[in-house]
């Protein structure tokens, strides 16, 4: 039996291939994670005035803070003025693709330079965030750096 394509049957066969493509992109874009860049990101937008306060403090340090990324260890290069004048200081690593593998960590009395195991972090390219604050007010640098 032979059969024959009309144009009724290339009709039904066109929209049954569009209902399974239409099907299957929704299946697949359901799976994906859509996790927001924090959890009080509505919060933090009205903040926003705040970070924009602490980046133009900021701003003087953005240059005199280095990370090297070669070895075991990430060095991350304190300016001495820094090293003197601050009581704690926190590095945070922010990956965009997935907040799992997001790592705070936090250092008393920072020395030069800061030293950072790579063990925890899988390779990809994160944001550095080093923030502290100096005679009451908070400074933050950011930084992107890739990790191998």
């Keep these: 039996m032979k059969l024959k394509l ?3 049957h290339a009709l039904i066969l066109f929209f049954l291939i569009f209902f399974i493509w239409v099907f299957s992109f929704v299946f697949f874009a359901m799976r994906q994670h859509d996790d927001l860049v924090t959890d009080d990101y509505y919060q933090q937008g009205a903040k926003y005035s705040d970070q924009i ?3 133009r403090r900021s701003a003087p340090y953005q240059d005199s803070l280095e990370i090297n990324t070669s070895g075991k260890k990430i060095e991350i290069s304190l300016c001495k003025s ?3 004048s601050v009581d704690s200081m926190q590095v945070y690593f922010f990956r965009s693709s997935d907040k799992a593998k ?3 960590f ?3 009395k920072p020395v030069s330079p800061l030293l950072i195991d790579k063990n925890g972090l899988v390779h990809g390219r994160y944001q550095v965030y080093i923030s ?3 005679k009451g007010e908070k400074f933050m640098v950011n930084k992107t750096v890739d990790i191998e």
């Design 6 to 8: 009309n144009w009724g």
């Design 82 to 84: 820094l090293t003197t």
């Design 106 to 108: 936090g250092f008393s």
């Design 53 to 55: 306060n602490i980046n």
């Design 102 to 104: 997001d790592l705070r």
């Design 132 to 134: 502290w604050k100096e």
